[in-house]
């Protein structure tokens, strides 16, 4: 089993800068892509940004900019740097992670952690 434990979330005031962190622990061969996804009240499960293993990025439209994503393949960590925080970036942020698990590839999902930007 695979478990994803994210940490850095909490309160900042819009402008501000904020640190998202995933560790991703148990059996794990490889893992492919990994990222941050984002979920507001009232709203869908949004990409935020992810990373493959190589480190080609994706980001969505509305963070591009503002947020980097970064990961450490060896300790197999992923982190959100986000930057220019808008109360509109507040939502829980989950961090997600495709890790190859013979003979397929499985999909995982932390538990979440709160961000809140105050205006």
């Known amino acids: 089993q695979v478990q994803l434990v994210e940490s850095g979330g909490g309160l900042v005031q819009a402008g501000g800068s904020l640190r998202l962190s995933c560790a991703a622990s148990g059996v794990i061969r490889s893992i492919n892509t990994m990222g941050w996804y984002r979920q507001a009240p009232g709203k869908q499960r949004e990409l935020v940004a992810t990373i493959t293993s190589g480190g080609s990025t994706n980001y969505a439209d509305s963070v591009k900019g503002r947020f980097t994503i970064s990961r450490d393949n060896a300790k197999n960590t992923v982190v959100l740097q986000m930057n220019s925080a808008k109360p509109e970036d507040t939502a829980v942020y989950y961090c997600?992670?495709?890790?190859?698990?013979?003979?397929?590839?499985?999909?995982?999902w932390g538990q979440g952690t709160q961000v809140t930007v105050s205006s």
């Open positions: 997600n992670a495709r890790v190859v698990v013979l003979p397929e590839i499985r999909t995982y």
